[in-house]
Each structure stands twice: as C-alpha cells, then as structure tokens.
C-alpha cells in the first residue's frame, strides 16, 4: 500500500446520482486514504475552497449530466488560479472516448468510466503521487497512456 | 506556507506549535443527535463577525487506515459568501489515537488561535457514555443529546455528562424532547454545580440564537478540573506510547506471531 494521501471526492454540476463518488470514496477508503465528500451539487468555486481548506492533493470529480467538458477544465484553472499546482485531478461517470483528450490537455490525469476495478484507482493514485503530475505541471502523462 | 498547509505539517509531525491559550469548544455526544448540523446554526449565527475555526473529527478505520471525513457535507455556512471567509473547516481523522480525540487537535487548535481565529469548535465523532478524551483538548464541553435516549435512569449514569459545561437536546421538534430536558434537569438537581440545559432544533432553529449567544460566554464547570487534568495526562501518555517507534512492530508481532501483552510490554519498555 502507498502512502496516504487526502482526497477530496467531489460531484461538481447539477447531476444527482452519487453512487458512483460513494463507491470510489469508499474504495479509497479501504486502500487506506483519508477522503472528503463533498456532497451533491458543488459549484467550481466550493469545490477548489475544499481543496484549499482540506489541503487535498487529489481531487475526484465525478458527473453524470453531461457537463464534464465544461466542469472539469473550469475546475482546473481554478486550482491553478488558486496556486493549487500539485493537486492531481482524476474524473469518472460517464464520458465519452472523444471528450477524454481535451480534459487531458486541461489538466485532468484519468479518467474512469463505469466498471473500473477499484483497484485500479488505487494503483493511478500510486503511481501519480510518486511523480510530479499536479494540475500545473508541465508533464502531459496521463493514466493509460 | 498557507494555513491549509501548515496544519498538515503539525499533523504529520512535521511542524512543532506552542501552546496558545483561548476558547476551544468541544461539541460532543452520540452518533446521529446533530453535532454537525448545530454547528452549522452556531457558524450561522457568528460568522462574520467572530472569527470561528471548526476541527471536524471522524473516525479513521481501524483496518485500513483510511477514513471517509463527511462532516462538511451539513456545513451551508460555507456557501454563504458573507460569511464564509471568516470560517475555517477542516476535516480530521483519528489516525492512530486510541479514542475519539486525536491529541494533534491541541496543537491543529492551538496553531489557529494564534492565526487570529476568536474561538475554535471540535467537532467530534460520535461517542458513547465514557469517552472524554476531548476534555483534554477542550477549554469548555458541549453535550448533545437527542429525544430518544432511554431511560430516566441513563441520565443518572456517571460519564460525559458529568464534565459537560452546557447540555443541549437537540431534535426538540421530535416526541421525546420533553422528557429528556426532564430527566436531565431532575439528575443535575443533585449536583453542585449543574451545567445550564437548553434546547435546541437545529432543522427548525429553536433555540440557536441562545446557544451561539451562550457558546461564547460559558463558565466552566470547577467540578470538572481534576478529570479534565486526568484526560491531560492521559492523553500525553499515550502519545508518548504511539510515538514509541517500536510501537507497530510489537502490534505486527502480536497479531502475526501471537506475541503476549507481557513480552510486548518489556520490549516497550526497553
């Protein structure tokens, strides 16, 4: 098991469907991670306050509704905005193959649509605290890449 | 460094604190009475004015190390912008403190005192009868109690109740609130010193404006010193103990190799 990292689990968006955050919460829970729910419905801004006040490293983002092209790289420039270099954005639920490359040219480092193992998140989350993959870095690796 | 920061490092041992005296109140009791959602009436009803940082405690797992901190979740404060910048939350797990408090929130407190913070509130886990480590921590102690509680005998039991500094039923719009209040106010009658008792409906908002009112100004319960000392002691005994670096090895031995409680002991103690 890596180290323990904070990790904010958040549903930015108008979308009401957690399931999803609440198993990958869960997961990271029991891979030994402290994590934060931030709960339904968060606006950008709420969402980058908890990283700040949380001192997260990582942030989960997950939508449903359709609105990650506009939600995820908001949140992105927020956290930069912010001087949140080293957060390490990862998002889920329900995104298209060809919606993926711009959200990782916009920061976000995975993507984990429906039936990722949960071990899987675990091991993206290894692997990225071990290198220098923040939202402001320049490093454009990605999970699966 | 940013505040955010800062407390990590004191949590991860990497940043030493001195202590900085002011008001840190503990707001305590069962699981599921509404610690979360009074604080949210109280943040409310003080911000912008007062200066309030909140430690939210939630338990960390006790398998995996790791804990789900949902505590800010109930926190709408933090969506008002008049007064969310002069709040703080953070969300605390135990780690491996052997009960509900964490004796790094002295210090997480102690270091938002000295940032200009008026009055820091712990919000703990939810606990049962005897847990009072967070009079070790605490300046003043805040009971929470629900409608649905037992017995008038239960308000006769020795334990928490007894260090509390102010006793609030929550859910007063519930059936129950009633007699709880009574219970409660028949068994502190015996006492010297009685904490006040209030009531509270954190969804309907009776009672709020009296406790965010009262929260700033509560006299401490003199009874209470010597166990509060005794937490104190207490809780510096066991840091010294998880701090041992022995400490997760002899538990490996024990669970792994079926070590006894006599020879871990001794190699402690080495």
Same mark, same amino acid.
């Not at chain 2, 338990?59 to 008049?82: E, Y």
């Not at chain 2, 790094?104 to 820091?120: E, G, T």
């Not at chain 2, 017995?151 to 519930?174: H, M, P, T």
């Given at each position: 098991?890596?180290?323990?990292?904070?990790?904010?689990i958040?549903?930015?968006?108008l979308?009401?469907?957690d399931?999803?955050a609440?198993v990958?919460?869960?997961?990271?829970?029991d891979?030994?991670?402290?994590?934060?729910?931030t709960?339904l419905?968060?606006?950008?801004?709420?969402?980058v306050?908890?990283?700040?006040?949380?001192?997260?490293?990582?942030?989960?983002?997950?939508?449903?509704?359709?609105a990650?092209?506009?939600?995820?790289?908001?949140?992105?420039?927020?956290?930069?905005?912010?001087?949140?270099?080293d957060?390490?954005?990862f998002?889920?639920?329900?995104?298209?193959?060809?919606?993926?490359?711009?959200?990782?040219?916009?920061?976000?480092?995975?993507?984990?649509?429906?039936?990722?193992?949960?071990?899987?998140?675990l091991?993206f989350?290894?692997?990225?605290?071990?290198?220098?993959?923040?939202?402001?870095?320049?490093?454009?690796?990605?999970?699966?890449? | 460094?940013?505040?955010?920061r800062?407390?990590?490092a004191?949590?991860?041992?990497?940043?030493?604190?001195?202590?900085t005296?002011?008001?840190?109140v503990?707001?305590?009791?069962?699981?599921?009475?509404?610690?979360?959602?009074?604080? %949210? +009436? !109280?943040?409310?009803?003080? =911000?912008?004015?007062?200066?309030? $940082?909140? *430690?939210a &405690?939630d338990?960390?797992?006790? @398998?995996?190390?790791?804990?789900?901190?949902?505590?800010r979740?109930?926190l709408?404060?933090?969506?008002?912008?008049?007064?969310?910048?002069?709040?703080?939350v953070?969300?605390?797990?135990?780690?491996?403190?052997?009960?509900?408090m964490?004796?790094?929130?002295?210090d997480l407190?102690?270091?938002?005192?000295?940032?200009?913070?008026?009055?820091?509130?712990i919000?703990t886990?939810?606990?049962?009868q005897?847990?009072?480590?967070?009079?070790?921590?605490?300046?003043?102690i805040?009971?929470?109690?629900?409608?649905?509680?037992? %017995? +008038? !005998?239960q308000a006769?039991? =020795?334990g928490?109740?007894?260090? $509390?500094? *102010?006793? &609030?039923?929550?859910?007063s719009? @519930?059936?129950?609130a009633?007699?709880?209040?009574?219970d409660?106010?028949?068994?502190?009658?015996?006492?010297n010193?009685?904490?006040?008792?209030?009531?509270?409906s954190?969804?309907?908002?009776?009672?709020?404006?009296?406790?965010?009112?009262?929260?700033?100004?509560?006299?401490e319960?003199?009874?209470?010193?010597r166990?509060?000392?005794?937490?104190q002691?207490?809780?510096?005994?066991?840091?010294?103990?998880i701090?041992?670096?022995?400490?997760?090895?002899i538990?490996?031995?024990?669970?792994?190799?079926?070590?006894?409680?006599?020879?871990?002991?001794v190699?402690?103690?080495?």
């Amino acid at each position: 098991m890596g180290a323990r990292q904070r990790i904010v689990i958040a549903k930015p968006g108008l979308d009401g469907h957690d399931r999803g955050a609440k198993v990958v919460a869960r997961a990271l829970r029991d891979g030994g991670h402290e994590v934060i729910y931030t709960g339904l419905r968060r606006t950008p801004d709420q969402i980058v306050r908890t990283i700040m006040d949380e001192d997260a490293r990582f942030v989960g983002l997950s939508s449903l509704s359709g609105a990650h092209s506009h939600l995820f790289p908001k949140i992105c420039n927020l956290l930069r905005e912010a001087g949140l270099n080293d957060v390490v954005v990862f998002g889920g639920g329900i995104i298209p193959g060809d919606d993926r490359g711009p959200l990782f040219a916009a920061g976000v480092r995975a993507i984990f649509g429906p039936g990722t193992p949960s071990t899987e998140i675990l091991e993206f989350v290894e692997s990225a605290s071990q290198r220098d993959c923040g939202v402001g870095s320049q490093d454009d690796w990605h999970w699966g890449d | 460094m940013q505040l955010a920061r800062q407390l990590t490092a004191i949590e991860n041992g990497e940043l030493q604190v001195e202590e900085t005296k002011g008001l840190i109140v503990a707001i305590t009791g069962p699981p599921g009475v509404g610690k979360s959602c009074l604080v %949210d +009436g !109280i943040l409310h009803r003080l =911000a912008p004015e007062t200066k309030v $940082a909140v *430690l939210a &405690v939630d338990p960390t797992s006790p @398998l995996s190390g790791g804990a789900l901190l949902g505590d800010r979740i109930r926190l709408s404060v933090l969506d008002d912008d008049s007064k969310s910048e002069s709040i703080y939350v953070r969300s605390i797990a135990t780690r491996s403190s052997s009960g509900s408090m964490p004796s790094i929130v002295k210090d997480l407190a102690s270091h938002l005192l000295a940032n200009s913070f008026d009055l820091v509130i712990i919000e703990t886990v939810g606990v049962g009868q005897s847990e009072m480590r967070c009079a070790a921590v605490a300046t003043r102690i805040i009971v929470v109690e629900g409608p649905a509680r037992g %017995d +008038g !005998i239960q308000a006769e039991k =020795a334990g928490l109740l007894e260090l $509390a500094d *102010l006793i &609030v039923v929550n859910k007063s719009d @519930l059936e129950g609130a009633e007699r709880v209040v009574n219970d409660l106010t028949i068994s502190l009658t015996l006492t010297n010193d009685a904490p006040p008792i209030i009531r509270t409906s954190a969804i309907e908002g009776e009672g709020l404006d009296e406790l965010a009112e009262m929260i700033l100004s509560l006299e401490e319960r003199t009874s209470s010193r010597r166990a509060r000392a005794r937490q104190q002691l207490l809780m510096a005994h066991e840091n010294i103990l998880i701090r041992n670096p022995a400490f997760d090895a002899i538990i490996d031995r024990m669970s792994e190799e079926g070590m006894g409680i006599e020879e871990a002991l001794v190699i402690l103690d080495e």
